[in-house]
Every structure is written in C-alpha cells, then in structure tokens.
C-alpha cells in the first residue's frame, strides 16, 4: 500500500491505494469513525453490481447499518435534479449529520455524492471510494465537489474535504477500456503541467500502462495523488492562483462538454484531451511554447486512443460556453497554457481572435 497525505491542518486526509482494498472499507472506516452507527452509500447500479456486495458486508462487519443509493450512469445525471433524490434518500433512512456518505464509483459519483455530502444537513462525513482511473488519479482528491447546469460544466458545487480516499486497482480491471482512456487524459496533464520527467516516463513505459500492468497503474496514480496533493495543500481553494494550474485542457475541454449536452458523446476525458491540445496550439500564438511540445503531447494522447480534435460541435457555442467558465474576471476568459514541459501558468493575454481560430481548427 502507498500513502499520500493531504496536508490541510484540521481537515487533512490520506489517500491509500492499493490491491483489494474496497473489502476493507469498512475496517477503515470505523477506525476513522468510532462511535458512527449508520452510513450512506451512493453508487451506480453497475458499480454496485461488481463491489456493493462486498463493500456493504465490509460496513456491515464493522457495525454500520448501511443504505445504499444508486444514481443512473452518465454525466447527465450530474445535476440538481439527482441530488434532490439523494437528499430525499437521506432523509428516508434517517440520516444524522455523523452519517457518512461513500462515494464508490467515477468522477459523477464522486462529485455527486460528495456535493450531497457538503450540502445535506450541512455537512456530512464523506469517503471516496473512487473505481476509476479518471477518479483515482484526480477528483476523489483535492475536496472540489458539485453538479452540472445545462449551461455549465461543475458551476454548481462546494469545497468539501474527504475523511479519505481509499483506492484500490483492482477495480481498473473491470474499467471499460474507453473510461481507462479517460482517465489517461488527467494523467498526461499532470506531467504536462507539473513534472517533465513523469511526462517523459508516460512517453516510455504507455504500453505497460494499456496493458493494465499493477506496476505502472499503481505508480502513475500514486504520483498523480501526489503532485496534486502538493497544490492541493498549498491552494485548497483556488485563492492564489496555484490550483488553477490543474485545470489546463479544462477551459476548452468543459465547453466541449457543456455544447455537447453531457450525453456521452463526448466523455470529461475525451473533451479534456482535445482541450490540451488546443491550449498548447493556443501558447504557441503567444510564443510560450514551440510546435514541438504540441506535437509530443499529440502523440502521446494518440498512443493512449484519445481524440486530438472534434466534430460535430459549433465553434461560436463552444467561444460562448467558454465566456461562462468559473475562473473568468472581468468578463475575459482565461486558459491555463504551458509556458514549457512541467511548467504552465493562469493567463488572459489570448485575443480572442486567436481563440476562435484555434477552436475552428480544433473542430475542423
């Protein structure tokens, strides 16, 4: 097992990855919570279907009376609408404010639940349970939790620090290869954003990654945790400028989402994937970088099955959806671009005519 701590006084936090950890919840979670008599956990049928059983029995063990609440699969069901049945849900089995929420699934099911987590009674206790890599190596960690509007990617949420993040690998063994590719997309950011020498190691060792290698899965996802456990401690929310590193590919990558409806078409990894690439040919227009970083970040991304453009999308949309993202001032949108390999900055010094030109090139 390899621990990574979240540094954040009061509310700081591990995240544990392992092998066949998810049976183990529950030991951990009594150990965390002593005196805690129920919990709640939030899944989708498919999920439930392939661990419920063994994580309830774990909780169970432990002395948790345990309700689970299933949401529907999709990012379409991250949204208002679904956490007013979570909350009803709560209150059904008479949820207290000592009740903890497990979140066990992707990234919907950990933002989902965890906004739930904040809002309910005004906060519950939540612990990610997160099954896959996209989960794993980037939103069980770092407390951001909230809901989709249909006009905006995440614009609804809250800061809500976990008790833990317990991860374990095997469940990238039943990870449909798709969302695996998802997952990949957040894993090659950070090396863009943060660490060259990962980036490198990414370029070298991608076939053992695709073939599910315990080694190298375990290994990218615990330095994926701990780089972003480093900005995590250093910015918990976003006062400084530093965590908004995190979101390079996102600017474009959630109005990709956002124009196209959540509907699947494009899944949060695929459209962030797309994003990169656009807000490095975006860099090279302000002469930051040169075409050779696009060109390795094209490659590896190709190497991994993840789209480097899109169709079917309006350019003028996608420029409007953008002119709604969260880290906005002053009504000029602003991307997070790499100034070099490892290293990326906040900025509005985009035109936008430049902007539209590489979000026409992007959807070809």
């Not at 661990?51 to 949401?71: I, P, S």
């Not at 006062?239 to 590919?249: C, D, K, S």
């Not at 390795?296 to 409007?320: N, W």
């Amino acid at each position: 097992m390899r621990t990574i701590r979240v540094r954040l006084g009061k509310r700081s936090y591990e995240a544990r990855i392992g092998h066949d950890l998810l049976g183990q919840a529950g030991k951990w979670l009594r150990l965390l919570m002593p005196s805690v008599e129920k919990a709640a956990l939030i899944t989708n049928p498919e999920i439930d279907r392939l661990y419920g059983a063994m994580v309830k029995q774990g909780l169970e063990k432990q002395g948790f009376k345990t309700a689970t609440l299933l949401v529907p699969e999709g990012e379409e069901h991250k949204s208002l609408d679904t956490a007013a049945k979570l909350y009803a849900g709560l209150q059904a089995v008479h949820a207290e404010r000592s009740t903890p929420i497990i979140a066990m699934g992707g990234g919907v099911i950990g933002d989902l639940a965890g906004f739930v987590a904040a809002t309910y009674a005004r906060g519950l206790p939540l612990l990610m349970l997160p099954t896959s890599l996209l989960a794993q190596v980037d939103s069980s960690v770092g407390g951001k939790v909230g809901v989709n509007h249909p006009q905006a990617k995440n614009i609804i949420g809250a800061f809500h620090q976990p008790a833990g993040v317990w991860i374990d690998t095997e469940s990238l063994r039943t990870l449909p290869a798709r969302e695996l590719r998802c997952g990949l997309a957040e894993v090659v950011k950070y090396g863009l954003i943060l660490d060259a020498g990962f980036f490198d190691n990414l370029e070298s060792r991608a076939g053992a990654i695709l073939d599910r290698q315990d080694e190298a899965l375990l290994t990218i996802i615990a330095h994926c945790c701990r780089l972003k456990a480093g900005v995590v401690s250093q910015d918990e929310r976003e006062e400084t400028g530093l965590r908004a590193v995190l979101n390079f590919g996102h600017t474009i990558g959630h109005a990709i989402e956002a124009v196209a409806g959540y509907s699947g078409a494009f899944q949060h990894g695929e459209a962030v994937a797309a994003g990169m690439v656009a807000e490095c040919r975006l860099a090279e227009r302000l002469d930051w970088i040169g075409p050779e970083l696009t060109g390795r970040l094209i490659r590896l991304l190709e190497t991994f099955g993840l789209p480097t453009t899109i169709t079917g999308l309006d350019p003028d949309r996608l420029l409007e959806a953008m002119s709604r993202d969260k880290k906005n001032q002053r009504g000029a949108i602003r991307f997070v671009l790499p100034r070099r390999l490892g290293h990326v900055e906040l900025t509005d010094a985009a035109r936008l005519e430049d902007v539209r030109e590489v979000v026409a090139t992007l959807c070809g």
